[in-house]
């Protein structure tokens, strides 16, 4: 017997025996180092009820040889080229993947049996987050570039529903400065998308002493830019997701959606940058409350 054929025994054996009404549940990656595990671990603890476990990606068989009724979470790209290369095999939770390398990844075209957790805010929880902290500001300018020009049209939509402005700057080149001070010149307030190729520690001292020489914030593109000093942004920490992964589990496959924006989430603030700024200090934690509420409105 080969070694996935052993594998796939072994699986067999482990979950043959569960309770009724228990679920499978196999979270993989391509490493196995102590954060995963301490988070595989939490999963499980909070549901004591199903067998959670984490298995590393160079363990498993081909996605369609795991167990009838596996419920499989991918947590790395690594994970996501694996599934992807099988058409069959369970239903499968991708967790926090953004939403420019599902583009790059998967295209149009995902398979039906993957549900994608985005790791990016929503456009929609950013501008709103901008209306509560900088209600004077109108023009959200956007830096984009080939890889995230897709998001441009659902940003577009979001402002007008809000009596906002969309000023977008297209950046190819980085260590072009010009697009950026055309966008500074034009705008109320900066809006980061969480793309890798525009936000990155390369770019970051241009783009926060650009704006701060103008007395401009930036909103986003996510917590680590926060520390590094932009203004403020929503974010989803482990606690948050294990909270979604439990929801999502409680419901059967068919129920999954396709793709999902995280509903429990915080909001992060930098109280320097906000003194250097002039903002009024951001109460995190009634913001977040607040940002929370409207969206549960119609």
């Known amino acids: 017997m080969n070694r996935f054929g052993v594998c796939l025994l072994l699986f067999c054996c482990l979950w043959g025996a569960l309770p009724a009404g228990a679920a499978q549940v196999l979270l993989t990656g391509a490493e196995d180092s102590p954060g995963v595990q301490a988070f595989a671990q939490a999963l499980a603890r909070q549901r004591p009820e199903d067998q959670v476990r984490f298995e590393p990606l160079a363990n498993l068989p081909a996605p369609s040889r795991l167990p009838a009724g596996t419920r499989l979470i991918l947590l790395d790209p690594a994970s996501l080229e694996w599934r992807r290369q099988d058409s069959q095999g369970p239903a499968t939770l991708v967790l926090r993947i953004g939403r420019i390398q599902a583009q790059q990844r998967l295209g149009t075209s995902a398979s039906p049996r993957l549900s994608l957790l985005w790791s990016d805010p929503p456009p929609g929880r950013q501008l709103q987050l901008i209306r509560q902290v900088l209600p004077q500001a109108r023009r959200i ?37 010009r697009p950026l001070q055309n966008l500074l010149k034009n705008s109320d307030v900066l809006l980061g998308l969480d793309d890798p190729q525009l936000y990155n520690p390369q770019t970051a001292k241009n783009l926060l002493l650009s704006s701060y020489a103008r007395q401009l914030a930036l909103i986003g593109p996510n917590a680590g830019f926060v520390k590094a000093g932009s203004l403020a942004s929503t ?14 589990l409680d419901r059967p496959t068919n129920h999954w959606p396709r793709t999902l924006y995280p509903q429990p989430f915080k909001v992060l603030s930098n109280p320097q940058v906000a003194r250097s700024l002039g903002v009024e200090p951001i109460d995190e934690q009634s913001v977040a409350t607040q940002l929370a509420e409207g969206e549960k409105r119609p």
């Open 235 to 248: 974010y989803s920490d482990q606690e948050d997701w294990l909270l979604v992964l439990d929801d999502l």
């Open 141 to 177: 300018g956007v830096l984009y570039g080939a890889e995230s020009e897709f998001l441009l049209a659902e940003l577009h939509q979001s402002a007008r529903t809000l009596g906002l402005e969309i000023v977008a700057e297209r950046w190819d080149d980085t260590t072009d400065s």
